[in-house]
């Protein structure tokens, strides 16, 4: 059996699964993300790998037989610097972080962003490893001369795990990465002031690289020494193996604390003149890519309303029932991120609306408005991206049987949710399984789910519902440009 181990940016998940797909164990930990001054958002390596040991150890407890395999994805993007031994030098910086804010609305005016983009087919946001990188080589340069990697968190555990420095070539993808050639661009890299600090990005590693795990690691698990163990993708795109996505033109939305929403692509094909956001996310398969848009809405938008209006975050799918399709009148923008929006479009000044507001509206018709926004911007990404196929779903937010009945009426397609929460171990299993030669029945691995039917009704009205959203952010977008 396989061990998957989903490195999620609040939560670690492991699920162990057998040859034919099934999970039979699995077991979740928390983790703590620092809010600071600033804008900033931190987390300690230390604990991650803590979660990381609980999870394993717990589920290799209960199962049967021995585990074969250990598979590693988790949280994209932000900045994880280390020394040679894999220790950091300051504490990591998550995706979520805004310190860069400032430097990215530079970079959107003066034409950087725009020339890394027609390079890579990726944008640049405030979480994004260029981003972070150029702020801290003028703020914090000693950061970066201590450092040996500026890696992501899925290489950082498995370098502390294996002693080897491994990143997949997914997380290699923004914002540097060639897609073409699966190099490092040099222009992208001189472009955003870093030239000189190529020697701390890592190479990507070849297709199908197997780690093993080194004594230390097999210590800290509980596992034998010398297991196999393969680092990546990285969550987004394990997300859409584990949904089921394999035909260029399917997608995957998963609806989690924030919204990803992907479309598989044959090549590495992109306009170069388009809007300068979104990811270019190469694959282990040397001929298919992700055209990702990775929103910072969802999930997190929420909890936040919950709280603020004393609900809980349990009554919520009663609460959209009660209040129905429209919300009562009221309508949202739904950017609450710190650090603003960055796909469809990079925007660190978006924040949130809620307009049409009137004495005779409930709190059930705010939380319902909110969700709508959601599965709106949803649409914006996923036809920015290119859906032309099936459509898989997945995350915290598709729980909800009623917010799953809105994401499908406003994208007026059968939505499949697969029936294991584990997606995005799944993903890494299969890719793991298939680095070991093992080969992968897809008909049994992805063979339980539930499919969400649209609405003829529902998908009338949430038309003409879309087409004022975007009405209302093209608005919007001028006076946060002003």
Not at 18 to 29: F, T, Y
Not at 170 to 192: H, N, V
Not at 379 to 398: F, K, Q
């Amino acid at each position: 059996m396989i061990i998957g181990v989903d490195i999620g940016t609040s939560l670690t998940k492991a699920v162990a699964f057998d040859r034919g797909g099934a999970s039979v164990a699995q077991a979740g930990a928390a983790s703590t993300l620092h809010h600071l001054p600033g804008g900033r958002t931190e987390q300690d390596l230390e604990e991650v790998l803590e979660t990381v040991a609980r999870v394993v150890r717990e589920v290799a407890a209960g199962l049967d037989g021995p585990v074969t395999a250990l598979a590693l994805t988790g949280q994209g993007d932000g900045l994880w610097l280390r020394d040679e031994r894999g220790r950091v030098v300051r504490p990591a910086v998550s995706w979520l972080d805004g310190r860069a804010s400032g430097l990215v609305d530079k970079w959107m005016r003066d034409g950087t962003a725009r020339r890394v983009f027609a390079r890579t087919g990726s944008g640049v946001f405030p979480g994004c490893a260029a981003a972070l990188l150029s702020h801290l080589d003028a703020e914090e340069p000693e950061s970066l001369e201590t450092a040996a990697v500026a890696g992501y968190c899925v290489d950082a555990v498995a370098q502390r795990l294996t002693g080897t420095v491994a990143v997949d070539v997914s997380d290699a993808s923004l914002p540097f990465l060639d897609p073409r050639t699966r190099r490092y661009d040099t222009e992208a890299l001189e472009a955003c002031g870093l030239g000189h600090r190529r020697g701390l990005l890592a190479d990507p590693t070849p297709p199908g690289t197997v780690l093993r795990l080194d004594a230390a690691g097999a210590e800290l698990l509980g596992l034998p020494e010398g297991l196999p163990v393969t680092a990546g993708p990285f969550d987004m795109p394990a997300c859409a193996m584990g949904a089921g996505v394999r035909e260029p033109g399917d997608g995957v939305l998963i609806a989690g604390t924030t919204l990803a929403c992907q479309v598989l692509q044959h090549g590495p094909g992109f306009d170069p003149d388009g809007e300068p956001a979104g990811m270019l996310l190469a694959l282990p398969e040397a001929d298919r890519y992700l055209r990702a848009m990775a929103a910072m809405v969802g999930t997190a938008g929420l909890d936040w309303a919950c709280e603020l209006m004393g609900v809980r975050v349990e009554d919520a799918d009663a609460m959209l029932a009660e209040s129905g399709r429209g919300a009562g009148g009221v309508r949202a923008l739904p950017f609450l991120a710190e650090s603003g929006e960055r796909a469809p479009f990079v925007d660190a000044g978006a924040r949130a609306r809620f307009t049409g507001l009137s004495l005779q509206n409930t709190r059930a018709d705010v939380i319902r408005a909110l969700c709508e926004s959601v599965a709106f911007a949803a649409r914006h990404c996923l036809e920015t991206a290119g859906l032309d196929g099936n459509l898989y779903a997945c995350g915290g937010g598709v729980r909800s049987p009623e917010w799953t009945r809105i994401f499908a009426d406003v994208l007026g397609r059968p939505v499949t949710i697969p029936d294991d929460p584990g997606v995005g171990a799944r993903g890494a299993v299969i890719a793991c399984a298939r680095a070991l030669g093992e080969p992968v029945d897809e008909e049994r691995w992805w063979s339980a789910s539930r499919t969400v039917e649209p609405t003829a009704e529902g998908t009338e009205f949430y038309q003409n519902a879309y087409t004022e959203y975007r009405s209302s952010l093209d608005l919007a977008r001028t006076t946060w440009a002003a």
